[in-house]
């Protein structure tokens, strides 16, 4: 069964700052992971999504970078601001036929960027 | 319109009513997931679609819950007899297709049992 772990649970960090969030998954068979943020009472905004064949992909301040062999994916932020603010969740999806379709979640990682 | 949207926001039961979820995916995509998201807890997934069709219903937690969509379209998601555990915010989400493409997901519905 896939599991997906995130650390840090929570982040507090001066706005400027450059930061990175991690991302382990225990399963490396999976077809993509994707990023993707959450504001409260909000639904999820997708990030960025890397194809199981790729190593990172970028998007403005942002940059997700995929180690399969090791589960580990690791999302960067650069010059971070306080509309970063959210909680930042990494879904992978896979292993497997019957289930490939599915994202298996992380708990998050709750970012606070102060002024 | 341009996103996923669901109806209602928010929804307020008493134990033991039966409520009905209503997704609307983004125009032509063919698949559609629904998920769950208890206070505190991470997402879990609930059920897939692709087409009309449910190829995996995995997540369903019992039987009192179920789902159905038609048209390649609007999905609904129904539980009945609800009990305070089924408090949550359930999300829809759809994609092109399965396996390689994103999931965009709607804002979801809040379900609060009383």
């Known amino acids: 069964k896939q599991e997906v772990t995130q650390i840090p649970a929570a982040l507090s960090v001066p706005e400027g700052e450059n930061l990175v969030l991690n991302c382990s998954f225990t399963d490396s068979a999976i077809y993509n992971l994707q990023w993707f943020r959450q504001d409260p009472g909000k639904g999820l905004t997708s990030l960025l999504l890397i194809q199981s064949s790729q190593r990172e992909q970028t998007s403005g301040r942002l940059n997700a970078s995929l180690d399969k062999s090791s589960g580990r994916s690791t999302l960067y932020i650069a010059a971070s601001q306080p509309g970063d603010s959210a909680t930042y969740l990494c879904?992978?999806?896979?292993?497997?036929?019957?289930?490939?379709?599915?994202?298996?979640f992380g708990t998050g990682t709750r970012l606070q960027v102060t002024l | 319109g341009a996103g996923v949207s669901q109806s209602p926001s928010n929804k307020v039961t008493e134990k033991g009513k039966d409520v009905e979820l209503r997704c609307d995916p983004i125009?032509?995509?063919?698949?559609l997931y629904w998920y769950r998201q208890r206070l505190g807890q991470g997402l879990e997934f609930l059920i897939y679609?692709?087409?009309?069709?449910?190829?995996?219903k995995s997540g369903l937690p019992s039987d009192r819950f179920s789902a159905e969509r038609t048209g390649e379209s609007v999905s609904t998601l129904t539980i009945q007899r609800t009990q305070q555990e089924d408090s949550a915010v359930y999300l829809c989400?759809?994609?092109?297709?399965?396996?390689?493409?994103?999931?965009?997901f709607g804002p979801g519905t809040r379900l609060t049992v009383l």
């Open positions: 879904a992978v999806r896979g292993p497997g036929t019957g289930t490939a379709s599915k994202l298996t």
């Open positions: 679609f692709q087409g009309n069709s449910a190829p995996d």
């Open positions: 989400a759809s994609s092109l297709g399965q396996f390689y493409n994103e999931q965009f």
């Open positions: 125009s032509g995509h063919t698949a």
